[in-house]
């Protein structure tokens, strides 16, 4: 298999040496040793501070969407009102999710290239008087990063509860999900944490975990055995020992190099990925730059040139980036400068990669 000396693709991102010696390990049973209990306070913990609250976190075994597919199974039930607010592929994508296990969905939706706007939510909401609210923060298939403490307010005046994919900017972005009023926050692993697609992080207000008690859904999926897991030491299937080690490799790592660092960090990176990329004449996705996302940068691929072909020239030259998906495939293709990628100097090598290979042209092999 090729390994790309320039990876910039949105995830899942390069996973740095210090947590893949992390899994190189033999750890016992993580269903019975007093160590791996420990681990496990200390990654919730961690993830508190990066997350700024003082709510639960589950830590669950498995990639991303199984956060995402779990929190809305276990607060939603068969004809519940659901209010999705959708600026991009995963926004749209919670509504139709929601909508498979019977839910009663309305979408306030908005262009690809657009953040939500609070006025038109709250329209909605008290209109529609949802139990659940959905929003993502980093929309990466599109790169636009939405406001959310207006539409946490929003929640708290319909009594709805807040559900908020988080899981390609925490870590990289300010996520205060005490002060946004979030009830449930979803992590992933393989994005800014720049872990393996192992782990699913859910964040649980105590008002989530009342609705979930009331729904009481069991499954794989299931958040309502995590209240207690860790305290009763009874976890619901045996957790990925190996995965937590990493986790706490790279939690450690964020705090010492300081949130407010890191959240500077690839403010910075973004910014000069922006820049060169309109210096080279290419178009950023998003019409206004100041919702451009801090993690991952959306562009339009050049006049000239099909995604496949910029794709192939880019990768003969050891670079990697991502397409996109949904209404925006073939049209844009996206940098990822989060987590271990928000490197400038890992940037502006593929930034010159980029600038060599539009020079040559389509034809220039
Ligand atoms: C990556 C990502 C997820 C997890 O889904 P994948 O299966 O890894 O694509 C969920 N939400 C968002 C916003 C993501 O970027």
């Known amino acids: 298999m090729q390994r790309y000396d320039i990876p910039l693709v949105p995830g899942p991102v390069s996973v740095p040496e210090a947590v893949r010696a992390a899994y190189q390990v033999d750890y016992g049973s993580a269903d019975l040793e007093d160590e791996f209990f ?3 306070r200390a990654c919730e913990e961690g993830l508190r501070q990066i997350l700024a609250t003082g709510n639960q976190i589950a830590i669950l075994s498995g990639e991303g969407m199984l ?8 607060v939603v039930r068969p004809g519940d009102r659901v209010l999705a607010v959708a600026t991009g592929v995963f926004g749209y994508g919670i509504g139709d999710m929601a909508r498979q296990i019977g839910a009663e969905v309305e979408t306030v939706g908005f262009g690809y290239d657009d953040v939500a706007d609070p006025d038109q939510v709250r329209e909605a909401a008290r209109r529609f008087r949802p139990r659940l609210i959905t929003a993502v923060h980093c929309e990466t298939p599109s790169g636009t990063l939405n406001p959310l403490a207006e539409i946490g307010q929003i929640c708290r005046e319909v009594d709805a509860l807040f559900y908020v994919d988080f899981v390609a900017s925490a870590g990289g972005t300010p996520v205060w999900v005490d002060e946004w009023q979030i009830d449930l926050g979803l992590l992933g692993s393989q994005k800014v944490l720049s872990l393996m697609p192992d782990l699913a992080m859910v964040s649980v207000s105590e008002r989530a975990w009342a609705a979930i008690e009331e729904v009481g859904y069991a499954g794989y999926d299931a958040l309502q055995p995590w209240r207690r897991a860790v305290a009763e030491r009874y ?3 045996t957790h990925n020992w190996h995965a937590l080690a990493g986790l706490r490799v790279a939690i450690d790592s964020l705090l010492n190099e300081g949130l407010e660092a890191a959240f500077e960090r690839h403010a910075t990176v973004a910014a000069v990925c922006r820049r060169r990329l309109q210096e080279m004449g290419v178009a950023l996705w998003p019409r206004r730059e100041s919702i451009c996302a801090p993690t991952v940068t959306a562009a339009r691929v050049p006049e000239g040139w099909s995604w496949p072909e910029l794709d192939q020239a880019l990768r003969r030259r050891g670079m990697a980036v991502g397409g996109s998906y949904g209404p925006l495939a073939g049209q844009v293709f996206r940098i990822g400068h989060m987590g271990s990628q928000a490197d400038m100097a890992l940037v ?7 600038a060599e290979v539009l020079a040559a042209g389509p034809a220039g092999g």
Do not use: F
């Not at 956060?67 to 276990?74: E, I, N, R």
């Open 235 to 237: 976890l619901p299937y």
């Open 38 to 40: 420990e681990l496990y």
């Open 348 to 354: 502006e090598r593929g930034m010159d990669v980029l």
């Open 67 to 74: 956060a995402l597919w779990g929190a809305l199974k276990s």
